[in-house]
């Protein structure tokens, strides 16, 4: 009994057990961890038509793209680092707005992401070229597996909004990246899913 009481005492600094708040539509998460926020200008090369994104750059003050806030208490492997991401809505030419998207720092960690507000589509990539498309709306949870790329696209005219979840010590690889091989364009009012080169050759 002693010793079972010394171990449970061994780290005042454990993570304790909590809820915290988050808000379905603005996705605010209190209180986070961290927080940051991506405009335009930090997405340069990503998009197809770079004339456009420069143009909504000068003529709209560099507006925010996408923000993220996190949540975690330590950084031990094991435990879980959550948040949320908010993507508004808008396009750059006909391309929708759209993540910087990674390949996780340790390649074989896993990621959920579940849809609260809005909706949209998560673009996967592997480094042997292999690519999928997957929805990213409430009522539906996107597994995102172990060695694929993700980045999420949002389709609607509202921010879309979408809680992750991933092992703390997954790690972001941005580097590795760049410009996917699939991409989605606004096609007469509807998202269409297309290879990049042949977006460029249409």
Known sequence: MWARLCE????LNAPLPCSVAFNK???VVEPATSHYTKRLSALRGLFLDADALERRISGEGDPVCY???AFNQNTAEGDLFFGTTIIYAGKVGLEYHLTRGHYHSK???AETYQAVSGHGLVLFQREDGATRVAKLEPGMITYIPPHWAHR???TSDEPLVFIWTCPVDAGNDYAVLGAMELVVLDRNGSPSVE???EALGR
């Open 107 to 109: 390649r074989n960690r």
């Open 195 to 197: 290879k990049r080169l």
């Open 67 to 69: 923000e993220n806030y």
């Open 152 to 154: 999420s696209i949002n």
């Open 8 to 11: 449970l005492m061994v780290d």
């Open 25 to 27: 539509n603005s996705g």
